[in-house]
T-cell receptor, first 113, second 110 residues
Framework: NAGVTQTPKFRVLKTGQSMTLLCAQD?????MYWYRQDPGMGLRLIHY???????AKGEVPDGYNVSRLKKQNFLLGLESAAPSQTSVYFC????????????FGPGTRLLVL | EDQVTQSPEALRLQEGESSSLNCSYT??????LFWYRQDPGKGPEFLFT???AGEEKEKERLKATLTKKESFLHITAPKPEDSATYLC???????????FGQGTTLQVKP
């Protein structure tokens, strides 16, 4: 049981490049979330999923896309990276509402030049 | 609109000086209020989940309580190792969104 893992841990991109961040969980959790964390801004919800094949927009979805083709994986894509997307990205999962322990991944540091 | 507000933004305590952190919320169909601890450079670490008004949970020097509008994280006789940022989040049963507050940064001096 590895919990929640994120790939990669660190990445440097040039403006306009694309990339995909992978979040994987082996706990059979239904709900998965992508957040970004910037200094003084707390954790802001980008996109989330309440089950395999479903996705929904969070607070700051612009410039990002997501997919949840398999229950255990939640992918976050940046089609054309911008310096404003420099941040630390965290993935989280929870089994279902009412089953309370939630797990976070270790984070991905992204620098867009 | 779902919203979470934490106060104060920062708190400095002397070792042994008890205090409380506040988390005020509005959410459609609360399905859980979560507290986390985050150390610099690391991901949030889960502490508690509260589900209904009147519920309380404890872990070592920490105690979390919940009302219909807010939650408190009480820290009793804190130690320097309790220094961290404490985050609060609410899960909406209507949408599935998990929304965070800005956090309270706690510093405990020896």
């Amino acid at each position: 049981n590895a919990g929640v893992t994120q790939t990669p841990k660190f990445r440097v991109l040039k403006t306009g490049q694309s990339m995909t961040l992978l979040c994987a969980q082996d706990m059979n959790h239904e709900y998965m979330y992508w957040y970004r964390q910037d200094p003084g801004m707390g954790l802001r919800l980008i996109h989330y999923s309440v089950g395999e094949g479903t996705t929904a927009k969070g607070e700051v979805p612009d410039g990002y896309n997501v997919s949840r083709l398999k229950k255990q994986n939640f992918l976050l894509g940046l089609e054309s990276a911008a310096p404003s997307q420099t941040s630390v990205y965290f993935c989280a999962s929870i089994r279902t509402p009412g089953q309370g322990t939630q797990y976070f991944g270790p984070g991905t540091r992204l620098l867009v030049l | 609109e779902d919203q979470v507000t934490q106060s104060p933004e920062a708190l400095r305590l002397q070792e042994g000086e008890s205090s409380s952190l506040n988390c005020s919320y509005t959410v459609s169909g609360l399905r859980g209020l979560f507290w986390y601890r985050q150390d610099p450079g690391k991901g949030p670490e889960f502490l508690f989940t509260l589900y209904s008004a009147g519920e309380e949970k404890e872990k070592e020097r920490l105690k979390a309580t919940l009302t219909k509008k807010e939650s408190f994280l009480h820290i009793t006789a804190p130690k320097p190792e309790d220094s961290a940022t404490y985050l609060c989040a609410v899960l909406s049963g209507n949408t599935g969104k998990l929304i965070f507050g800005q956090g309270t940064t706690l510093q405990v001096k020896p």
